[in-house]
């Protein structure tokens, strides 16, 4: 059986969670690929609701059986609280997660690092979560990262962690002026971590190809969204992995030959956290309603988000870097009792039109969008159970989206709760119309 990735086509915040619960009992194995505890996904049923930030969204569902990759770095503290929030609502954990003995380990160094190096940028932060995610992935890279495997050797642990640690301390010494950090302590707090997740470790590669080679069906989710991709989304102003469909095979190493479909996930509308250039962003009213209608802050944060228009330049340029095969579209509800809804159809950049994504932020905070307007609808949708369903001109709205990007939709999400869903076989906007 083949991979299918899930993937947020914008900013993040896209809906990923629900879309990946979903869609998860209809696999066998549910794996997150890169990032870390700084992005929310959301679940809701019922009249409950639930925040995962490492443990992949397919926990909830019995006989699922679901995987940390290599590509993620690894909160301790945040995957143990994930896991005992998931066996406090009766969900069983051990044999159904696993965690990858090459996962990079987030050290309480690299969120203390990021945090000083926020605060002297000043105006010129990027706007992270402040979890240290950076700071783990420049590590990773810089060949001094700590890993899940290096836990099993306390003498080998000690000693990486003395020399990343006497290299930290002189850093926020020297340069921020801040407190330094105690080798022991955190020896021992990371040895009694490796105690704890000892029952969840091994080589999630190795598993993963076999699943593959016994036809069972992997979902992979990313966390965050294309356009924060380290080197395809608006750097710098950007996350320090990759999202995008290339960080599957890398985060989890699956061969790209078993990805067969790459499902987009696209929010009605756009948003963005933190800081960064943002062509459709609004500063009126109706900004302020799509926030407030759309419950637009922050699942790990709190943050509020910055809303705008849906951005088609943008979203036909992350289609072509993911090799989108269809999209899920999310928060259609939140357009309902809009007499005109706008979308980005182009940029306008020194008196000229164009259709390309500048992801060169230089460029594309001094872009005007073009937009093209549409009717809005004022009928509830959150009922609707076929696309036929839907007001004329929500339907028009969502084959616009298909015929410009040329991307058919499969799935249509009117409210946050499972049930408030059109999808199955039935569900096919095509991009021709």
Known sequence: MPVTIV???????????????LLSDQVDIVARYQGGANAG????????TFVLHLVPSGIFHEGVTCVIGNGVVLDPVAVLDEIRMIRELGYEVEGRLLISHNAHLIMPYHKRIEAAREQARDAGAIGTTGRGIGPAYVDKFARTGIRVVDLLDRDVLREKLRVAIEEKNAILRSIYGAEELDVEAIIEEYVEFDQLIDPYVTDTTEYLCHALQEGKHILAEGAQGALLDVDFGTYPFVTSSHPTAGGCCTGLGVPPTAVRRSIGIVKAYCTRVGNGPFPTELHDETGERLRRVGHEFGATTGRPRRCGWLDLVALRYTSMVNGFTDYAITKLDVLTGLDEIKVCVRYR????????????VQTLSRVEPVYESLPGWKEDITGAERVEDLPAAAQRYLQFIAGYTGVDISL????PKREQTIHGAGVRIRAAV
């Open 7 to 21: 993937i947020g086509s914008q900013w993040g915040d896209e809906g990923k969670g629900k879309i990946v619960d």
């Open 349 to 360: 950049y020194d008196g000229k039109e164009t259709t390309r994504f500048p992801a060169e």
């Open 41 to 48: 996904h959301t679940i809701c049923w019922g009249d409950e």
């Open 412 to 415: 249509v999400s009117t409210g």
